[in-house]
């Protein structure tokens, strides 16, 4: 056989082999969701039993800690661990939480229900259709608003987080950042479908939560090694951001007029299709700060911008924004944002607060024009 004869055929047994690597990885990987669904729709049906069990009189109920550590004693001799008193308070939290849920994610699917507890589906109608692991609902079921658990769980299955991105999301207030920057209906639609990404203010979130850079608040640092700390850790900076978001380079560098210019971080949102710019600021923001990012934006609209991307967005990352000074120095349709980040996580109790004040401001204006 012939040098060139073995080279080829060596070609085709790696695409063979490649092709069916991939089958293989594709089935593992949808047996291992399969199994994941069915442990936590076993679960939902467990705390079904046990909640109906405890309703059944006042004394059971009143000896509801004692009932679940008999049964915890008597499923682990049986099944082995996971089956502790601490594990059933879980899976009967999980059920409280989600019983008579029949809205957005949690659709209702009969047949599904049907199949996997025939035993069961002429006696219970219906239940919630679940499609993550037990390990995120363990994070989902502490989140006592719907609508801020529908955005998490809807955002977790379509980004595919892990339970650690998914408990980073939750810790760093993901839902009220983006829910203050958006209006009354796109509030509703983070609920209903997560995040939308359809226009340049759809990836502005305040502030950019960046506590796993290691960066000390109370410590002076300057722009460079902010852009290194990101640059070491893109991965977590990307999520971040959000979705669609694609690196590119840093100190881009461009020329005109024999000047040489540098972006500091250069991305590309494949939503969008478009080019986001990113300065670093770690002093106040000044005109001159907005001016050099209108001209940068301007260069790669002129010069980088292929005719079917749309215009590229400016985003100048700092401390303290001030958006007086923004609109001021800015015409009204300038693609530029200031955006501020912060370096530890923030405080969820206040964000809820504010958020809630702002629905509540916005309900008053509503019914005062309908008035």
Known sequence: MRKQEIIHNSIDDNILFEKISAIINDARSRVITAVNTAEVYAKYEIGRYIIEYEQQGNNRAQYGKQVLQNLAVRLSESFGVGWSYSNLRQIRQFYLAYENLTGTVCQIENDKKKLMFPDTSSRVSSVPSFSLSWSHYLILMRINDINERNFYEIESKNQNWSVRQLSRQVGSSLYERLALSRNKEE????????????????????????????????????????????????????????????????????????????????????????????????????????????????????????????????????????????????????????????????????????LKQWIDEFNEINELLTE
């Open 187 to 354: 509030l509703m639609r983070l609920a209903l479908e997560g995040q939308t990404i359809e226009k340049p203010t759809d990836i502005i979130k305040n502030p950019l939560t960046l506590e796993f850079l290691g960066l000390k608040p109370d410590t002076a640092y300057t722009e460079s090694k902010l852009e290194n700390a990101i640059i070491g850790k893109m991965q977590q900076f990307l999520l971040e951001l959000g979705k669609g978001f694609l690196f590119e380079a840093r100190q881009k560098r461009f020329t005109f007029e024999e000047q040489h210019f540098f972006v500091d971080l250069v991305f590309y949102n494949r939503l969008l299709q478009c080019y986001v710019l990113i300065d670093l600021k770690t002093s106040k923001l000044s005109h001159q700060d907005l001016g050099q990012m209108q001209m940068y934006v301007n260069y790669y609209d002129r010069f980088v911008k292929q005719d079917y991307e749309r215009p590229t967005i400016g985003i100048l990352l700092c401390e303290e924004k001030n958006d007086a000074l923004v609109q001021l120095t800015l015409p009204e349709n300038a693609n530029i944002y200031a955006s501020e980040y912060s370096l530890y996580l923030p405080d969820k109790a206040l964000l809820q607060s504010k």
